[in-house]
């Protein structure tokens, strides 16, 4: 298991180089969006899990999602809360409001679903503000850990 988002980019060298699976983030996300019969979400993150393929690609292939992301100037605003707020326990409403903008545009997008795919993210999002699911993966991959961790 790796706790995080953005290092699931390393999930396969992780896997071929230890020989073991890694119960990957993705797959606990596109097993719960595919489970509320959603097709189209958005993403967001870190700069590195919504502009490179790991992810979106894995919940693609994996799970015929299409996945949508922020425009570039809302992506570069999403990475600097992580990474200057959230990172270091700064919740700002300023940010929190900035962050519904960006998901309203991506409603307007046609989005089905958020995905929260940033383990901070969560701090700042409130799922029931949003008028779509929100899929917090952190939650996800913890819940699919213990489910694994107690699998007979």
Request: charged share 20%; glycine share 8%.
């Amino acid at each position: 298991m790796i706790c995080s988002n953005t290092m699931h980019k390393v999930a396969p060298a992780v896997e071929q180089t230890s020989g073991l699976p890694v119960l990957h983030i993705g797959d606990a996300a596109g097993a719960a969006i595919r489970a509320r019969g959603l097709h189209r979400v958005g993403l967001l993150g870190t700069a590195f899990t919504m502009e490179e393929p790991f992810l979106k690609d894995r919940l693609a292939e994996r799970f015929g999602l299409e996945v949508v992301v922020p425009g570039e100037v809302d992506r570069r605003a999403i990475h600097r809360i992580i990474y200057e707020e959230l990172v270091i326990g700064d919740i700002q409403d300023a940010s929190r409001h900035q962050s519904y903008a960006i998901i309203d545009r991506l409603l307007t997008d046609g989005v089905e679903g958020i995905v929260l795919g940033c383990t901070e993210i969560g701090l700042l999002v409130q799922p029931e503000a949003v008028a779509v699911p929100v899929f917090d993966t952190t939650c996800l991959h913890a819940q699919a850990a213990v489910a694994e961790a107690l699998a007979p």
